[in-house]
């Protein structure tokens, strides 16, 4: 098939038992030749991630309690991995020199990135490739911006030195060569970014789960699988809050255009999910593609006469939450009304301080704020091939005698948005499933 990079996620690389599925993956693929990995993950429900450790150890640190007996919970379960597989990855020098480290007051970047960078030593030394670090090769600039095209140069020129290599997720470093991390999940941009530095023909996201569902399975039964789903459907449903994939994972790649499939490595035979640039012709015959959503929204209605008449009102509008530091998720408007929806989180309990600027400033004639909401998004490009899907969807709810309490659609015609009281959320979305999947 050609170039492939794989990328393993925490739960893919939490303990030998994993990590022989992953050789196995890796043996029966020759198209494999590069590998990223991220920290260890949860073995059982009440284990803990490495990175927290790390994170516990820093802190235990910094507020001069006894922090030897957590570090060593993180240096014997890397130690028991390697000796469990028979393999020597020289890890102790590197024990030390993390500890050091954190007693000398390292950044929580450093510290975060640790988990990976052992990791993939371990992995490396496992599976006979090379150990290329992120370190120097991902590049952020001073301010801790990420610099995509020179690190695509510079990666692009270190991994042509090597076969078949296996490099850290989640971070990269600044021109001081201090670490830089990702956000959470930043492993899966990583992966991305490996992929378009070599011009892979795929970039395999292998984790615990064989794709995306069309809808959450702790709300809908046995939902059906997408084995298609278009790079801009994948940004609406991720957006939304479907969460298999980092969302900011799909820019490097999009730009090259090379296609991620989404792998189970605990059910290797499944074909998962591919994203693709362009939606296939099976994804264009559906209706929908997925349902997406999450709760604890605010709603903010406002109301003024000539409103579409009034120039820049629209800039002081944002200008103002702006000055607050939130960000809009959604801005449906009328002839005279607009509506604004923000996170609950963004706003933390500035409503009525929020509420009493945007009356003085734009001198509105009326204003309503409603809370406890819900945002729901019907998802696919099939949609604006049919005709009646909205019609579909309002009956749908309406059956289900969940009221919607806002309505926006995008410009493209791929996705619905619907506000509901947070209580409707599980509700309507079972009842838009049935209604075009069942």
């Not at 990135?113 to 290329?132: H, M, P, T, W």
């Not at 090597?162 to 899966?188: L, M, N, Q, W």
């Not at 992966?191 to 011009?199: D, E, K, Y």
């Amino acid at each position: 098939m050609g170039l492939k990079v794989a990328k393993f996620g925490g739960s893919s690389v939490a303990d030998g038992i994993q990590l022989a599925k992953i050789r196995e993956i890796i043996e029966n693929d020759e198209d494999i030749r590069y590998v990223v990995v991220s920290a260890p993950g949860k073995r059982f429900p009440e284990d803990s991630k490495i990175t927290d450790l790390l994170y516990s150890c820093k802190m235990h640190i910094e507020h001069h309690l006894p922090y030897e007996q957590l570090y060593q919970v993180v240096c014997d379960r890397f130690s028991a991995v390697a000796f469990n597989l028979g393999v020597d990855a020289g890890l102790r020098e590197d024990f030390e020199t993390v500890l050091k480290a954190m007693k000398s007051g390292a950044s929580e970047d450093y510290i975060a990135s640790r988990g990976e960078y052992l990791n993939a030593k371990l992995i490396a030394a496992y599976l006979g490739y090379d150990f290329v670090d992120a370190a120097g090769t991902i590049l952020f600039d001073e301010k801790g911006r990420f610099l995509a095209e020179e690190t695509n140069e510079k990666l692009a020129a270190a991994l042509a030195e090597h076969e078949h290599a296996v490099i850290p997720g989640f971070y990269g470093s600044k021109p001081d060569g201090s670490i830089k991390t990702f956000s959470r999940g930043g492993s899966d941009i990583t992966g991305s970014i490996v992929a378009r530095a070599v011009g892979a023909d795929i970039y395999e996201n292998w984790t615990d789960v064989s794709g995306f569902l069309m809808a959450d399975p702790r709300i809908v039964k046995n939902p059906k699988p997408i084995s298609h789903i278009s790079y801009k459907e994948l940004r609406e449903l991720s957006y939304m809050g479907a969460s298999v994939l980092h969302e900011d994972a799909i820019y490097p790649v999009r730009a090259s255009e090379i296609p991620i499939n989404i792998r189970n490595t605990n059910a290797p035979e499944d074909p998962g999910t591919f994203i693709t640039a362009e939606p296939t012709e099976e994804a264009k015959a559906r209706t929908i593609t997925g349902i997406a959503g999450s709760k604890d929204f605010t709603v903010i209605n406002l109301y003024k006469n000539r409103m579409n008449q009034e120039r820049g009102f629209i800039r002081r509008l944002t200008g103002i939450l702006e000055d607050f530091n939130i960000p809009i998720e959604h801005m449906p408007t009328g002839i005279d009304t607009l509506s604004i929806v923000v996170a609950d989180d963004e706003l933390a309990g500035r409503i009525d301080e929020v509420t009493e600027e945007l009356n003085k400033q734009l001198k509105l004639d009326s204003i309503e704020v409603f809370e406890n909401m819900a945002l729901l998004a019907t998802v696919g490009v099939g949609m604006s091939y049919r005709l009646g899907v909205a019609a579909r969807l309002f009956t749908a709810l309406a059956d289900a005698k969940v009221n919607i309490r806002m309505i926006d659609q995008g410009s493209s015609e791929m996705n619905i948005i619907v506000g509901v009281e947070n209580d409707d959320f599980e509700t309507a979305t079972r009842a838009i499933y049935e209604a075009f999947v069942e």
